[in-house]
């Protein structure tokens, strides 16, 4: 399981998601939501909160699962929380070059890592069109299957 959070900050009215810079294999140099494998003994929202952390140097309070994504062609499911930023306090772990706040226009969508971020950010901004309240999202469950494109 892999399992991260997308940091959210109102500024001024609008949302902007802290994203990670990859300084690690696979996709080193692209950018991601805060996001690791999970850890014995620890939760998926532990999880989602620690790998913030390490990646970002993020302090966030943590919200609802926001989305599942089966992966079964790489054995994997990612699971993201929303969770809103505490404070502009955050910093690159040894696993991220450097991180960022975006806005839904300044987001690199063509340079992100996973086919799982690009699906949970859209499906992010999509609600945040349709709601205007990020704490008044649904959840969504997705399968991600292997393109048949070389």
Wanted: hydrophobic share 40%; with cysteine.
């Amino acid at each position: 399981m892999v399992v991260g959070s997308i940091p959210f900050w109102d500024q001024d009215g609008e949302q902007k998601i802290l994203l990670c810079r990859r300084a690690i294999e696979p996709r080193h140099g692209y950018w991601t939501l805060p996001a690791g494998f999970m850890e014995n003994n620890e939760t998926t929202s532990e999880a989602a909160a620690r790998e913030t952390l390490e990646e970002a140097g993020a302090n966030i309070e943590m919200h609802e699962l926001y989305t599942m994504l089966n992966v079964p062609h790489i054995h994997q499911v990612h699971l993201f929380y929303r969770a809103r930023l505490l404070d502009l306090n955050f910093s690159a772990g040894t696993e991220s070059l450097e991180v960022k706040l975006f806005s839904e226009l300044d987001i690199p969508w063509e340079d992100l890592a996973f086919p799982t971020v690009s699906k949970t950010l859209k499906l992010f901004f999509a609600d945040l069109a349709t709601h205007k309240n990020p704490q008044s999202f649904g959840f969504h469950s997705f399968d991600i299957r292997k393109s048949m494109k070389a």
